[in-house]
């Protein structure tokens, strides 16, 4: 059974970097969530709308196909802020799912919130994300890894974390 990873965490932590890079690093396919949202999720965070529940289910939805259609280790980048986000992920991947969770302070995050350049979510939906955020309770596969740190250091800690090269 391939083993697949959820790179999870609030808007700027690092999901798409991290998961690039241990894509690099372990040759596994990644696949940016964002690009999973429908067009109308992406205008509604752009105009500085936090999103309902009601509109991110078909996202989730749209992310645990994407692991259940794939025979092959995947690592998909997606904020799972809370539970019951990261049981519809599991559900509809049929298989288990490991999330690897990105923590850092509101103040580390703002800082490389305010760098990104042309990405669609504002820094004013932050306090939002933090106040969703419900992090992987002790019952669900998952690691966290603070992002106080360089990028090697956070992808080598996830590479480990999640058994390195040997994804199967």
């Known amino acids: 059974m391939a083993r697949h990873f959820v790179i999870m965490g609030v808007a700027g932590c690092g999901k798409t ?79 288990a799912v490991t999330f690897i969770h990105l923590t850092g302070s509101r103040d580390v ?9 042309n990405h669609f979510m504002p820094l004013t939906l932050l306090d939002s994300q933090f106040a969703a955020l419900e992090p992987p309770a002790t019952d669900e596969a998952s690691i966290s890894i603070d992002i106080d740190q360089p990028l090697k250091a956070i992808i080598a800690a996830a590479a480990r974390h999640s058994g390195g090269h040997q994804f199967d």
């Open 17 to 95: 970097s991290v998961g690039e890079g241990l894509s690099q690093l372990t040759g596994t396919r990644f696949i940016d969530g964002d690009a999973l949202h429908p067009k109308a999720n992406v205008d509604k965070m752009s105009a500085g709308t936090p999103l309902t529940d009601e509109d991110r289910w078909p996202w989730l939805e749209a992310i645990g196909r994407q692991f259940g259609s794939s025979a092959e280790p995947l690592i998909i980048g997606c904020s799972a802020l809370k539970r019951s986000y990261r049981d519809r992920i599991r559900h509809h991947c049929g298989g």
């Open 109 to 117: 995050i703002s800082r490389r919130m305010q760098q990104r350049k």
